[in-house]
């Protein structure tokens, strides 16, 4: 099977979006350029949908065969932003469920470094009745980034742990508003830095609502460098939308979602031009993994084969836009291998500051200065991706979780690919590597997951309540 993009000759290599966007000299992507012209570091602005396929969006829709057949879900705003910049057609989240994914991409580490992913012990996802999270003393993007003097915000869906060692605000974020998991595990509180707000009834329409509070933390701090993680809720189930877009999309209700997330990503690409801030601000647009494919007329990941809890590509390559007007070329194909564990040692060479704790075992990769030496037209290294889904029958148990100390790989048994740089799986014609099992290696590497007691409270509060209300009293109001 054909891949839906087909490499381009000319499209900036992997190295040249990772390298160039982090070392300061990398005049073939303009920041070199742009760190001359400017006396602060850049805002960066991750924006990640929940369960969304690869060929959900416009710009990455391919048809499927005619007994088959559906059309694209249109999304304008979003197709208009890989216009503006990079379209990534090999980018892969380190997990294909919700709670493992989120760490990899907030510690730059395989979910089993940092403890997550032996689902039979209940690490894979959380949930309102889980006790573990994760640890405080990991290294997240927010913390790399309040260490180089932005301010980091944090609105929309966390799921990285509900009590208080493991909040948003624990974890290197100054605000926080949101929900702490999923929007169909109950109770669903409404969280608002440590208070819970109220609890949100059976299907909440929240993408209006994030987006407010994302453009008001913009604007609040459009001053000084910050960086913001907006996680919706979306298209997770249930699938609801606001009156305006029922009924649009020809994928049925999952469509009316995706197209509402659209919608409501171009708002906030329309605050920062209206701000003057989209050549100072870098945004990456991505999903935690692939969609759900057991309701009828869901997601898709076509061509790719499986989705969300497999071990196949549709589980774990999501599409993923980059946006930085005046630093990045527009229109671009990038056909490279890019992973979710590249963002914080990319951004940590792009906010100016060293990878975190130098040694650690971190599986992201900068490639700042081999930038300089790669010569034109060199063929990319070899990569390797493992593609992890723990917790499958005759899994050894994994040794007692300790606060503050980071477990080995909690999950003995993976079932584990081989990515090659082409990205491709079997089924779309990529050279296969056969699944096999891994043997554990116990070696300490650090901290993990954290145990402990108390957590969001569920009981509603006023919005009055709490110091930080006003600002965001306006989508508090309408949630």
Not at 41 to 61: A, E, R, S
Not at 73 to 79: E, G, M, N, Q, Y
Not at 216 to 226: E, L, T
Not at 391 to 403: E, I, N, T
Request: proline residues 10%; charged residues 20%.
């Amino acid at each position: 099977m054909t891949d839906p993009s087909p490499p381009s000759s000319n499209a900036p290599s992997r190295r040249a979006l990772l390298g160039g966007l982090a070392a300061a000299g990398a005049a073939a992507a303009g920041v070199g350029a742009w760190q001359t012209l400017r006396s602060r570091p850049p805002n960066v602005i991750v924006i990640l949908t929940d369960d969304q396929g690869y060929n959900d969006l416009g710009c990455y829709y391919t048809p499927p065969k005619a007994a088959r057949a559906y059309g694209a879900i249109r999304t304008p705003r979003l197709d208009r932003m890989a216009d503006e910049g990079l379209r990534l057609t090999n980018f892969y989240v380190a997990a294909s469920v919700c709670t493992p994914s989120r760490a990899a991409l907030m510690t730059g580490c395989y979910p089993p470094r940092v403890g997550f992913g032996a689902k039979d012990l209940g690490l894979g996802v959380l949930t309102p009745a889980s006790k573990a999270g994760l640890n405080p003393s990991e290294t997240t993007l927010a913390e790399m980034f309040r260490e180089a003097g932005y301010t980091t915000g944090c609105v929309g869906k966390w799921h990285l742990g509900h009590h208080e060692p493991f909040q948003p605000l624990s974890q290197g974020f100054d605000t926080f508003f949101g929900i702490p998991w999923s929007a169909n595990q109950k109770p669903l509180p409404l969280v608002l830095d440590r208070e819970t707000l109220r609890r949100l009834p059976g299907r909440p329409v929240l993408v209006r609502q994030f987006t407010e509070a994302a453009i008001n933390f913009v604007r609040q701090n459009q001053r000084d460098p910050f960086f913001l993680y907006l996680a919706y809720s979306a298209p997770h189930e249930p699938w609801a939308v606001l009156p305006s877009f029922r009924g649009r999309s020809e994928r049925g209700l999952y469509g009316d979602v995706i197209e509402m997330v659209d919608h409501f990503v171009g708002e906030l690409l329309d605050a920062l031009d209206h701000l003057g801030l989209s050549e100072d601000t870098l945004v990456v647009f991505t999903s935690d993994n692939g969609p759900w494919l057991e309701p009828p007329r869901g997601g898709s990941a076509h061509p790719l084969r499986g989705g969300k809890a497999t071990v196949w590509e549709g589980g774990f390559r999501s599409p993923c836009l980059w946006r930085w007007p005046g630093v990045l070329p527009e229109g671009q194909v990038v056909d490279e291998v890019v992973t979710a564990l590249d963002l914080l040692p990319t951004f940590a060479g792009l906010a100016g500051v060293p990878d975190p704790e130098p040694g650690r075992f971190r599986e992201g990769d900068r490639r700042t200065r081999r930038l300089a030496r790669a010569g034109a037209g060199r063929p990319q290294p070899h990569r390797r991706l493992l593609l992890l889904l723990a917790g499958s029958p005759g899994s050894r148990p994994a040794r007692p979780l300790q606060a503050g100390v980071r477990q080995p790989c909690a999950a003995p048994s993976h079932r584990a690919r081989d990515v090659r740089s082409t990205g491709r799986s079997p089924r779309d014609g990529g050279r296969p590597t056969p699944t096999r099992r891994l043997r554990h290696r116990h070696r300490p590497t650090g901290r993990g997951h954290a145990r402990t007691s108390g957590g969001c409270d569920s009981r509603s509060a006023r919005l009055g309540d709490s110091p930080r209300g006003a600002h965001l009293s306006r989508a508090v109001s309408r949630a």
